[in-house]
């Protein structure tokens, strides 16, 4: 059973970093397309980056694009996003997913649809105070 964990959330100032981990565990990892979404409170999941089994294809939403950089280590079996120059408006729960891939080109597809995606993480906590 595939499960995910996240870690490195907590309470940062605007300006500030974080890098945030998501660990797979009960499956091949670098079969994974792996991404990032969020939730504030009262609003939707967001996605936020995308990363493809290779780590040779990534994705952003827009608001996060040159401040957020997502990365992958499939010896560790374990996916990043750091976040750099947080605003209060990046405060939400992001959580990790997984899609098992399969076909061809399995390694270069990126998931950017929340319906896309396998498994799902509990979630860590960022706050961004002002």
């Known amino acids: 059973q595939v499960q995910l964990v996240e870690s490195g959330g907590g309470l940062v100032q605007a300006g500030g970093s974080l890098r945030l981990s998501c660990a797979l565990s009960?499956?091949?990892?670098?079969?994974?397309?792996m991404g990032w979404y969020r939730q504030a409170p009262g609003k939707e999941r967001e996605f936020v980056a995308a990363?493809?089994?290779?780590?040779?294809?990534?994705h952003y939403t827009d608001s996060v694009k040159g401040r957020f950089t997502i990365s992958r280590d499939n010896a560790k079996n374990m996916v990043y996003l750091q976040m750099n120059s947080l605003k209060p408006e990046d405060t939400a729960v992001y959580h990790c997913a997984a899609h098992q891939t399969s076909g061809p080109n399995w390694d270069t597809i990126v998931v950017i649809t929340t319906g896309g995606y396998d498994y799902w993480g509990q979630g860590t906590q960022v706050t961004v105070s002002s």
């Open positions: 990363i493809s089994c290779s780590g040779g294809s990534t």
């Open positions: 009960g499956g091949t990892f670098r079969r994974y397309a």
